[in-house]
């Protein structure tokens, strides 16, 4: 199975470009898609999933052209769309039951089978008879999964996926799109949650502005962070100046201030100390030296 991708782009209008001359190979395991909001990202899991077409360029999944195949690509492929939604009036079971049968599984006992192995594989089978839209975030987003494996897809495109879950459902989920990436097929994770990538991604692609500034392994993005990472104790009155003047990508509460954490080309003052790098903090030394102000974002610690 491989997704190959080339001089995609993706034009609004005369002039507007969503994507501009991608460039992709995927293969089977997990990929990950790391940008800012805006960057593409969705934009392009639309074009992977047949919503969209390219305005130039050549998409193939398995040999499949995309412009050319549409149907059999979509035999093919699972999305999962950051605004999933049930149905208010279903069970979880009864939802699952409504995309088998979209799906093309006409057999009702072959659907209930499926159904419950589902629901057991995304831990949701004790609440198979509560109201869709009843569920809680997390299993919410595992009935997302769920709903996107019911056609037991060579292919599955997720799209923002542990937005606004708290750190026990997205560890849960993280877990959860590993196991599923040994199965023989293609996942590829779009978001701008670094976490989700470095966490379960051996490739990544990094968008911005439309474009593709870096792919590869996470530790290759990672390597030129080396020496801009730095810890720095500050008051809490100079709290503000550093957010200013730095990407802060944390500020822990120590005794008559705060421990930062930052991203900076030198030592922001002579009593700072080196640190090694993770994939977030390289993530924001990359975006930031492309110009892209990241204070405000990665002050949040959402990235």
Not at 152 to 179: K, Q, W, Y
Not at 246 to 262: D, F, H, M, Q
Not at 267 to 288: K, T
Request: with cysteine.
């Amino acid at each position: 199975m491989q997704i190959t991708i080339r001089n995609l782009s993706k034009r609004y209008g005369s002039s507007k470009y969503a994507l501009r001359d991608i460039d992709l190979d995927i293969g089977c395991g997990m990929f990950g898609l790391l940008g800012p909001n805006g960057a593409g990202k969705t934009t392009l899991m639309r074009v992977l999933v047949t919503l969209l077409l390219p305005t130039t360029g050549d998409v193939t999944i398995d040999g499949l052209d995309l412009r050319k195949d549409r149907g059999a690509i979509r035999r093919l492929v699972g999305y999962l769309p950051q605004d999933f939604t049930t149905f208010s009036k279903l069970a979880t079971w009864e939802f699952l039951d409504y995309v088998a049968a979209l799906s093309g599984v006409r057999n009702r006992r072959e659907r209930m089978n499926r159904i419950d192995n589902l629901l057991d594989e995304v831990g949701l089978y004790a609440v198979r008879d509560r109201k869709a839209t009843k569920l809680s975030g997390g299993m919410k987003r595992r009935l997302g999964i769920a709903q996107t494996l019911i056609g037991d897809p060579r292919v599955m495109v997720v799209d923002e996926p542990t937005v606004g879950l708290d750190p026990e459902e997205r560890l849960r989920f993280r877990n959860l799109m590993a196991d599923l990436s040994q199965q023989d097929r293609i996942i590829i994770l779009s978001t701008h949650i670094v976490g989700d990538i470095s966490s379960t991604c051996s490739n990544l692609a990094l968008l911005h502005t439309g474009k593709i500034v870096f792919k590869g392994a996470p530790s290759k993005l990672i390597d030129p962070a080396r020496g801009k990472v730095w810890q720095v104790t500050t008051q809490s009155i100079e709290l503000d100046k550093f957010k200013t003047r730095y990407p802060v990508i944390s500020a822990v509460p120590a005794e008559g201030g705060y421990e930062l954490r930052l991203v900076a080309d030198k030592p922001p003052r002579p009593d700072s100390q080196p640190l090694e790098p993770n994939l977030e903090d390289a993530y924001i030394h990359f975006v930031q030296s492309l110009g892209y102000d990241m204070n405000m974002e990665a002050t949040t610690n959402s990235w």
